[in-house]
């Protein structure tokens, strides 16, 4: 099965997207289209909502399902879309559940990763963006009330994004065995979660990669 056909377009469409991210505007614009706007990590959905705008025309969305887990876009193949923030000390990002993605590649030979690396810029001292972002959202969530009676301690907020490049990954059989597996312990009834698999950024020549020249 041909996939080339599937990284032209990715190339062609992605390097498109906008690279600089204000946290305010995005998120009012992911709210306008009721898009994961109450979520912390808006940037990534911000990512994913770019993403899908762009690629609509030449991808179908979602993609194949197998079992609870949906992969996000198919064309040849499935299609997962990740963003993470550049970290100097780490270089692991955490990909999909690992039986979906072995059953994807079990039944088109290759699975395919976007992933999107983005430099960030955090919440003030003072916690102004969350809290402009709480108020928004109409108050605090319940998992956000749950966590204050655990502790005192969140995380800060990113306030900018700039998307610096775009990987492409194409996973088949033989090099799944290049990515490391994440346990994630137990869910709150007590079943073990699923394992996930883990992609190390400096193992990246490992697998069949491909860089989007942003402009």
């Not at 706007?37 to 993403?51: D, G, H, K, S």
């Not at 001292?125 to 402009?132: L, M, V």
């Not at 900018?160 to 775009?166: Q, R, S």
Request: charged content about 35%; proline content about 1%.
């Amino acid at each position: 099965m041909s996939i080339k056909k599937d990284i032209v377009k990715l190339n062609s469409s992605l390097i498109k997207l906008s690279k600089f991210w204000d946290a305010k505007a995005c998120i009012l614009e992911l709210k306008e289209v009721n898009y994961n706007w109450r979520q912390m990590e808006w940037w990534a959905f911000y990512f994913e909502y770019q993403a899908k705008k762009i690629l609509k025309d030449n991808f179908s969305f979602p993609g194949d399902k197998f079992g609870n887990v949906i992969f996000d876009l198919k064309s040849k193949i499935n299609w997962d879309l990740k963003a993470s923030a550049i970290k100097t000390n780490k270089h692991t990002i955490i990909l999909n559940d690992k039986n979906a993605m072995d059953e994807s590649i079990k039944k088109y030979k290759y699975h395919g990763e976007i992933i999107a690396l983005c430099d960030v810029e955090y919440n003030d001292e003072n916690r102004t963006f969350q809290k402009w972002h709480t108020k928004l959202k109409g108050g605090k969530s319940k998992y956000e009330k749950k966590r204050e009676k655990r502790t005192s301690i969140s995380r800060y907020r990113k306030t900018k994004a700039e998307l610096v490049e775009i990987i492409i990954i194409i996973l088949n059989k033989k090099n799944l065995e290049d990515l490391a597996i994440m346990k994630q312990g137990r869910n709150s009834n007590g079943k073990p979660r699923k394992l996930k698999y883990l992609l190390d950024l400096e193992n990246i020549d490992n697998f069949e990669n491909y860089l989007i020249k942003l402009n």
